[in-house]
């Protein structure tokens, strides 16, 4: 499956083949990550397969044993379409979820944030934090913490644990710290320890470039509004 990150849900795309056996799989991929996906929603593209209320009913009562909300199934096919109806299950994403640049130009307006966890302390040795969308800690992450996020990860401290941004396979998330010094540092599949270093601590930025997961000084540019 492949998964992408919305403002308040999880954009969900199926593997090809037979339901049932997609089906096994799937539910076996949610249960390996299951810190991960724990308390999130999910909207699941099932292409144009046709599925009864009955198969779309099982999958969200496992779904919600596993603290999971099904908030939408998209699909092409009129059958699915007729049975996620009959469950109150949505059939499209939700609309602040869709942004027309070209309509928004030159109106004031609000801007949809998306989901974040704010801490605002320092996480000591056994410390963990699992979510779907970012982290933002003000404070320090000591040796022995563990932060595990769907989205971007940003430390106003010293960064010194585990941390993994993007880690439904984003490779677009990045790691920000006013010291960056962990004892290991992870975005999507790509691994890094951090080396020795001497000198004045600065601010730096670990992101995906090429393919390699590398690390500069982070510059907050001040944009004029």
Do not use: Y
């Amino acid at each position: 499956m492949k998964i992408k990150g919305l403002q308040d849900a999880l954009f969900i795309t199926v593997d090809d083949g037979e339901w049932a056996e997609v089906e096994p799989d799937l539910l076996a991929s949610f249960r390996e990550r299951a810190e991960f996906f724990k308390g999130a929603r999910i909207a699941l593209q099932v292409g144009d397969r046709s599925m009864k209320a009955a198969h779309l009913g099982k999958l969200r009562d496992a779904l919600a044993r596993m603290d999971i909300s099904l908030a939408a199934v998209i699909s092409t096919h009129p059958s699915t379409q007729e049975a996620a109806a009959d469950l109150g299950i949505g059939r499209s994403l939700p609309r602040r979820d869709v942004v027309n640049t070209h309509e928004m130009e030159g109106v004031d307006t609000q801007v949809q944030g998306e989901q974040a966890v704010f801490i605002q302390r320092t996480l000591r040795s056994g410390n963990n934090v699992h979510t779907s969308g970012h982290v933002i800690v003000l404070g320090d992450v000591n040796p022995g913490a563990e932060i595990v996020a769907g989205g971007n990860v940003i430390v106003w401290g010293r960064l010194r644990g585990l941390v993994h941004a993007g880690a439904a396979g984003n490779e677009t998330a990045c790691i920000c710290a006013l010291e960056l010094a962990p004892t290991q540092l992870r975005i999507a599949s790509h691994v890094a320890v951090s080396p020795s270093r001497r000198g004045k601590p600065r601010p730096e930025k670990a992101f995906i470039r090429s393919g390699d997961l590398v690390a500069e000084e982070w510059h907050m540019k001040r944009t004029r509004s």
